[in-house]
């Protein structure tokens, strides 16, 4: 693994309803493509890029789920996240990073901007064609 230079704070956005003291794992299923078990556990340094995979994720589960946001800490090494580094954002921009080993989870945060509900629906958008799209490729 590459070393990630970034000293955080780091953010995760879910719909898991979690604690203080907590682990994120890997070796759930992937919001994107449920067939796919993740070998990683995603986060970001930027606040309202984990409030958008929180409202991604509330998106796509059905039920009224409601998108959070967590203050994280990595326990171990981390790298670059290859899905928008490599992809879409040479030299990590989103500051988006990806790790084997749990992130423990420091405490929940409610202030990040919400997306437009015009956003949400561009987003809604996005995530069938996604889904649709044999070809969309999550690099695991």
Do not use: C
């Not at 919001?31 to 991604?56: Q, S």
């Not at 030299?91 to 420091?106: D, Q």
């Amino acid at each position: 693994m590459t070393e990630a230079l970034d000293e955080g704070p780091f953010f995760h956005g879910t719909v898991a309803d979690l604690r203080a003291g907590d682990f994120l794992t890997a070796g759930y299923r992937s919001n994107y493509r449920p067939e796919v078990v993740m070998n990683h556990i995603y986060f970001t340094a930027i606040v309202d890029g984990a409030g958008l995979a929180a409202e991604i994720a509330a998106e796509l589960t059905k039920g009224g789920a409601i998108p959070r946001v967590y203050v994280v800490e990595p326990t171990g090494t981390f790298e670059n996240d290859p899905n928008v580094t490599d992809k879409k954002f040479p030299g990590n921009p989103t500051r988006s990073y990806r790790s084997s080993a749990p992130l423990k989870v420091i405490g929940e945060i409610t202030h990040w901007t919400r997306l437009t509900p015009e956003a949400l629906q561009i987003w809604r958008e996005r995530l069938t064609a996604l889904r649709s799209d044999e070809r969309g490729e999550i690099i695991n």
